[in-house]
C-alpha cells in the first residue's frame, strides 16, 4: 500500500510513490512494510517488501538507487550507472549521502524516513528529479530548497517548472524538541521561528519541519507555493499507517519516498 502526489500523478513519464508500513512481510517491531537494510530487520523481508512495492508502482529493485543517509548535507548528482546502488543491502548504498537529483531515466531514487520529512522534486519540462532526506538538522541545512537550485543551477530548470510534494512526517503536534536544537533551529534560517511554538505545559519547543521545508522551497528555491503539496498525516499520531521513531523510541522500520523518470 503507497500513497502519491496528486501533482506527480497526472505525469505519464514519471513514476513516484509514498511506501507505508502496511502490506508487508517484516516482524514487529519492524511491521509490516519495512524498506530498509540500514534497521536490524531480517533482509529477507526487506527484499520481499522491496519487490512488493516496486511490482506495485511499476518498477524493478535493481533500477533503486539509495543512500546511506547520515543527516548530512550532501546532495549527490545520480549517473545511470547508479542504479542498483543499494538496492539489495545497505554497504553498496551512496555513503554519507541526503539527496540526489537527476535527468537520467530508469534509475529509481529513493530516500527513507521514520519520522523525518522526504521531499519529492519534478521538474515536468526539462524532465529533472530529486529525492531529499531531511530530519531537524536537514531542516536546518535546507536541504530541499538546496536540491531545487541544484536542479536549476546544473539542469537549467526553471523553479516555476518545479514540481514539490513533501511526504507524511512527524507534525507540530508531536515533535518536541530540546533547547539546544530549539535554539539551533531558531538561528538556522530565515523566519524559523514561524515554524516553531512553545508547549506551555512543557516549555519546550514543537518543530514544524514540513511547513519550514515548503517555506525554504518557496523563499530559498523560488519554487511557486501553489507547486508544492504537503501530505499532512503525522507519522507519530499515525504509527499505524507510518513508521515513526518518536512513537516506538527508535526502533521501528522505515517507509520509503521514491521518483523515477521512465
Ligand atoms: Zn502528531
Redesign the pocket.
Known amino acids: 500500500m503507497y500513497l502519491q502526489f496528486s501533482k506527480l500523478q497526472q505525469y505519464h513519464s514519471l513514476v513516484h510513490f509514498v511506501s507505508t508500513r502496511k502490506g508487508g512481510v517484516s516482524a514487529s517491531p519492524f511491521s509490516e512494510a519495512n524498506l530498509s537494510y540500514a534497521v536490524q530487520d531480517s533482509a529477507e523481508a526487506v527484499a520481499q517488501n522491496r519487490e512488493a512495492i516496486a511490482r506495485q508502482v511499476g518498477f524493478e529493485v535493481k533500477q533503486l538507487c539509495v543512500p546511506q543517509q547520515t543527516h548530512s548535507a550532501n546532495i549527490r548528482l545520480i549517473a545511470e550507472t547508479d542504479a542498483g546502488q543499494g538496492a539489495y543491502n545497505h554497504h553498496t548504498g551512496l555513503a554519507d549521502t541526503d539527496g540526489m537529483v537527476t535527468a537520467e531515466s530508469k534509475v529509481c531514487m529513493m530516500v527513507f524516513s521514520a519520522d523525518c520529512v522526504l521531499t519529492l522534486l519534478y521538474d515536468h519540462k526539462k524532465q529533472v528529479i530529486g529525492a531529499v532526506h531531511g530530519g531537524w538538522r536537514g531542516t536546518t541545512q535546507q536541504l530541499a530548497a538546496k536540491a531545487a537550485l541544484l536542479m536549476q543551477q546544473h539542469f537549467g530548470s526553471k523553479a516555476e517548472d518545479i514540481l514539490v510534494g513533501i511526504a507524511p512526517a512527524?507534525?507540530l503536534?508531536?515533535y518536541e524538541v530540546g533547547e539546544e536544537v530549539a535554539a539551533t533551529f531558531a538561528n538556522s534560517f530565515a523566519q524559523a521561528t514561524n515554524y516553531m511554538k512553545k508547549n506551555e505545559q512543557t516549555g519546550k519547543y514543537h518543530l514544524a519541519l514540513q511547513t519550514a521545508t515548503a517555506g525554504q522551497l518557496r523563499n530559498e528555491g523560488g519554487i511557486l507555493p501553489q507547486n508544492i503539496e504537503i501530505l499532512p498525516q503525522?507519522t507519530?499520531?499515525q504509527s499505524d499507517l507510518f513508521f515513526s521513531s518518536r512513537k516506538n523510541n527508535g526502533l521501528t522500520g522505515r517507509f520509503g519516498a521514491g521518483i523515477m523518470l521512465k
Do not use: L, V
Open positions: 512527524i507534525g503536534c508531536c503525522c507519530s499520531c
